[in-house]
């Protein structure tokens, strides 16, 4: 066993010799200085963190008590080595060193911005599939290319991605340790913590620490008023529902989105700074629908073509909801796991998000309803007007403990100290 260790180590240095990708910083800024300081505005409070070293066979750590102590949560099978300068359009809008998306079927982290095509810098996570279609769906993320890796001999992933063994839907990937958008990566030497430098490129023998940070404050929940023109409102615990942004475009429909594949009906399946997607099918089959902010719909296309689409505009006067709180920024994860009822209640049951609908003739708020097919099987034409008696969603976030929006203080089971959470709803 040590000869072959010593032998992917090997080929991990010459791989990385031959196919190291330089970092891009001649094109690299971070985001605006007004976004940036949109994207700070709210205090956050750390309920977790996470360390991966980034390496074969490398541990990856989760801790409830700001680093004291570890726990294993899952290993690395191929270190990432190269950054990706042409990421998803919406990653331009992350800023440099922190989480850009968050999703059951990858993590995405920027690393700068590529401005001459205006574009995000980043490198990823994957999880595992066990299954062909569990496969497509992490082939999404990766430019059709997540297999082959995993079927080839290599020592480092040839794409710009970390392949880990956590299954999908589960731990940083759905489970209490996923982070948010816009959470701070740190690179960790010598047990010292530095902020990753513009332009950073994933080396093997790295290890990243990334506090796991929560809004201080978090809503009840955000209700869309799914009709042109309709309001999409946040509601505090105490507060009336405040209104923070309208719908251009209403969603009819339910598309073929294969990250749903992870994901169980209701839930959140991924959140970037230019999309919320939301499951309506069970976890191992596909259907979803997204909620897009307008600049990014225009700048992408199919928002305005397909009716698997939310699409929202900012208020009058307000600047553009691309990679701003609370929808699109920091406030949002995907949340949810089948073994949830056996944690502690807070990090379980109490910490998911949920989704709910109202239908045309019915003021009751419902579960979401359950929309889907099998991964790679055509779009039943029906699916197309799946949505279309759907009314109102609303987007329920976590179980917070105080009934007022006045900051309260609880003492989490397996921390050494108190930690702030504000608001009050039900999770489900």
């Known amino acids: 066993m040590p000869a072959l260790w ?18 891009i910083a001649e094109t690299s800024a971070p985001v605006p200085d007004g976004l940036a ?37 899952g290993h690395v099978l191929l ?11 919406a990653a331009k809008y992350a800023q440099s060193g922190s989480v850009a998306a968050t999703a059951v079927n990858a993590l995405h982290f920027c690393a700068g911005q590529n401005l001459k095509a205006s574009r995000g810098i980043i490198w990823s996570m994957i999880p595992a599939a066990d299954t062909a279609a569990g496969r497509i769906s992490l082939q999404s993320e990766l430019g059709g290319t997540a297999s082959k890796a995993l079927a080839a001999n290599a020592a480092v992933s040839p794409d710009a991605a970390l392949r880990t063994d956590i299954p999908g839907g589960s731990g940083l990937f759905g489970g209490f340790y996923t982070p948010f958008v816009g959470n701070k990566i740190w690179l960790e030497k ?38 042109k023109g309709g309001a999409v409102t946040a509601e505090y615990r105490g507060e009336e529902p405040k209104p923070i942004a309208r719908v251009l475009r209403p969603v009819g429909g339910v598309g073929r989105f294969v990250g749903s594949f992870f994901a169980e009906v209701g839930r959140i399946r991924a959140n970037h700074c230019g999309v919320i997607d939301l499951s309506t099918s069970l976890n191992g089959k596909v259907g979803s629908f997204q909620i897009v902010p307008e600049a990014h719909a225009r700048e992408y296309g199919p928002p305005f073509q397909l009716t698997q689409y939310l699409i ?3 208020l009058e006067g307000a600047p553009p909801l691309e990679g701003t709180p609370p929808l699109f920024y920091g406030y949002i994860r995907p ?32 579960p979401a309803g359950t929309w889907w097919m099998e991964q790679g099987a055509p779009l039943w034409n029906f699916m197309n007007s799946a949505l279309s008696d759907v009314t109102h969603i609303r987007i329920r976030f976590p179980f917070t403990f105080n009934a ?23 999770g489900f």
Request: hydrophobic fraction near 40%; proline fraction near 9%; glycine fraction near 8%.
């Open 312 to 314: 929202i505009s900012p």
């Open 335 to 366: 949340r949810f796991e089948p073994n949830d009822i056996n944690k502690p209640l807070e990090e379980g049951l109490l910490g998911r998000f949920g989704m709910e609908f109202k239908y045309r003739g019915d003021d009751t708020w419902h």
């Open 37 to 73: 300081a949109h994207q700070n505005a709210f205090e956050r409070v750390e309920i977790a963190r996470v360390r991966i070293h980034n390496s074969v066979g490398g541990t990856i750590e989760g801790s409830r008590d700001g680093g004291a102590t570890w726990q294993s949560i």
């Open 79 to 89: 270190p990432a080595v190269k950054v990706n300068p042409n990421a998803y359009l």
């Open 190 to 227: 010598a047990g010292a913590l530095t902020p990753l430098a513009d332009g950073y490129v994933p080396a093997v023998g790295d290890a990243w620490v990334i506090p796991v940070e929560q809004p201080r404050r978090y809503p009840v929940s955000v209700t869309f008023e799914n009709v």
């Open 404 to 426: 007022t929006p006045e900051e309260a203080r609880i003492v989490f089971p397996h921390a050494d100290g108190p930690i702030s959470r504000v608001g009050s709803t039900i």
């Open 6 to 23: 010593r032998c992917l180590v090997a080929c991990a240095n010459l791989f990385l010799a031959l196919n190291h990708t330089p970092a």
